[in-house]
């Protein structure tokens, strides 16, 4: 290099950082020897801190305007005074432009389930996952606690970090929220903000603060989802005798089907027998033939019996038999006010304005015997 490249790269020049990239989180203005000129002009963009690094110390952090660096408080960092040194300046100062902005959309999820006690299933496990966002509120400490002397730091680099503590504190505040997991979906918000609220009181240990965090999806075990959705098809199919002689009846009438048309081929041959062994005429028996006798059909199966819940103080018993509930309402534990449900109710229903249960409370002990 020329001794007048040399001292032209010794003016007055400008400071500035303009990013392309959404993850970058700080970066530091590279010159050559660290050589920071006097009277250098110093821009801090919106979104931006300038963190003035000097000997390795943090000597001064910059908020968004124009700076000029020739105050007395800082060195003077030109080359041109320092002849004794041949060229080289003592002063080694740099800048590390920390991106205060927010940097959204980063994810979190749980590795591992998490175990809870669910007042209606009991102990449970679950899974979780979100987004989130994270922002740098004390450029000086992020620098000093995470960055280091990393030239180039991005969000990639302390997003494992964060995922970890949210995790933590979701499990946390999960086993004492004491929300069912049933209501878990209605309460995501509630439960974003405890989480986020907890976490930022951690991290802010970084220069850190966390403005938002998202739950997106909590899930049960497979084994547990599948159980509940067999529950669920129980709850809107209702009378289950009524739901099979529909199937049955939608499989007789399948058009176009194979198995449809022969079901209905053989169905059709059974009437025509039947009718042959009743009527007289071409379809009737030959003089000296004893008449078709049919079997008589089989009896229809017997009708399941009902099973009731009882809801009391907040919470749901049962499954109850109506013998047992008989027993229940003689001995005063139910009542014609208590609220009962069973598989075809639209809701929790007072026992008094059931027909089936109404006659429990009618039915009068027979007067004592005579001493």
Do not use: C
């Not at 929300?179 to 970084?206: C, F, H, K």
């Not at 071409?282 to 229809?300: L, N």
Request: hydrophobic residues 40%.
């Amino acid at each position: 290099m020329g001794i007048l490249d040399f001292l032209s790269g010794q003016f007055i020049d400008v400071i500035h950082w303009v990013d392309d990239r959404q993850d970058r989180m700080v970066w530091r203005f590279e010159r050559e020897g660290h050589e920071i000129k006097y009277g250098a002009k110093l821009t801090v963009r919106e979104g931006q801190a300038a963190v003035f690094v000097h000997e390795g110390q943090i000597a001064d952090v910059f908020t968004p305007g124009l700076y000029l660096l020739e105050t007395n408080n800082l060195p003077i960092l030109t080359s041109l005074q320092h002849w004794d040194h041949g060229f080289r300046s003592p002063f080694k100062s740099e800048i590390y432009f920390v991106n205060t902005t927010r940097f959204t959309d980063l994810k979190w999820g749980t590795k591992n389930p998490v175990i809870l006690r669910d007042p209606e299933f009991g102990p449970t496990r679950i899974r979780a996952y979100g987004t989130y966002a994270v922002k740098v509120t004390d450029p000086a400490l992020f620098l000093t606690e995470i960055v280091g002397t990393d030239g180039e730091f991005t969000a990639d680099e302390i997003s494992f970090q964060i995922r970890n503590v949210i995790v933590q504190e979701f499990s946390r505040a999960v086993a004492q929220a004491g929300i069912p997991v049933l209501d878990m979906a209605a309460n995501t918000d509630q439960l974003g903000a405890v989480v986020a609220r907890e976490i930022s009181a951690t991290i802010a240990g970084y220069g850190l603060t966390l403005p938002e965090l998202y739950v997106e999806n909590i899930s049960l075990p497979e084994d547990v989802e599948k159980a509940l959705d067999k529950r669920t098809s129980m709850g809107v199919v209702g009378d289950l005798n009524r739901y099979t002689q529909f199937q049955a009846a939608e499989a007789l009438t399948q058009a176009g089907s194979a198995a449809g048309n022969a079901m209905g081929t053989g169905f059709g041959a059974g009437i025509g027998m039947a009718m042959g062994g009743m009527a007289p005429g071409p379809w009737g028996p030959r003089p000296g033939q004893m008449p078709v006798q049919t079997a008589a059909p089989p009896p229809p199966p017997p009708q399941p019996e009902r099973v009731w819940h009882i809801a009391e103080s907040g919470q749901s018993h049962g499954p109850y038999s109506t013998a047992r509930l008989g027993r229940m309402a003689a001995s005063g534990e139910l009542t014609r006010d208590t609220l009962v449900w069973s598989a075809g109710l639209d809701g929790w229903t007072q026992a008094g304005e059931l027909n089936e249960l109404a006659r429990l409370f009618t039915v009068m002990p027979p007067p004592p015997p005579a001493p």
